[in-house]
Nanobody, 126 residues
Framework: QVQLVESGGGVVQAGGSLRLSCAAS????????MGWFRQAPGKEREFVAA????????NYADSVKGRFTISGDNAKKTMYLQMNSLKPGDTAVYYC???????????????????WGQGTQVTVSS
């Protein structure tokens, strides 16, 4: 099991930036992939970005490519999501997740992730 704690959400105007953090504990950090998902009211949870620690391979949703950057610090066991050029459509609860490990891909399906944080609210005003 791994414990995940998100932070960094808040309210920002359209065009602004936020950086989310996800602190992980309880598992060997380098053997897994971690990702960010988001869920807006009345919508399904959707993939945002993910990173696999062993080779730093990343995967992004088309809707955030060029605006969001996922990264991590192995020593701090912390993953980050730098979000730039934010739009009102980015408003959602953002969740950090860790996958089961050993996968061949950097997965975008939430079913591949078995550990989740509590979520942090991001609100982008127009």
């Amino acid at each position: 099991q791994v414990q995940l704690v998100e932070s960094g959400g808040g309210v920002v105007q359209a065009g602004g930036s936020l950086r989310l953090s996800c602190a992980a504990s309880g598992r060997t950090f380098s053997n897994y992939a971690m990702g960010w998902f988001r869920q807006a009211p009345g919508k399904e949870r959707e993939f945002v970005a993910a990173i696999r620690w062993i080779d730093r391979r990343t995967n992004y949703a088309d809707s955030v490519k060029g605006r969001f950057t996922i990264s991590g610090d192995n020593a701090k066991k912390t993953m980050y999501l730098q979000m730039n050029s934010l739009k009102p459509g980015d408003t959602a609860v953002y969740y950090c997740a860790a996958d089961r490990g050993g996968g061949a891909y950097v997965y975008s399906s939430p079913t591949e992730y078995d550990n989740w944080g509590q979520g942090t609210q991001v609100t982008v005003s127009s």
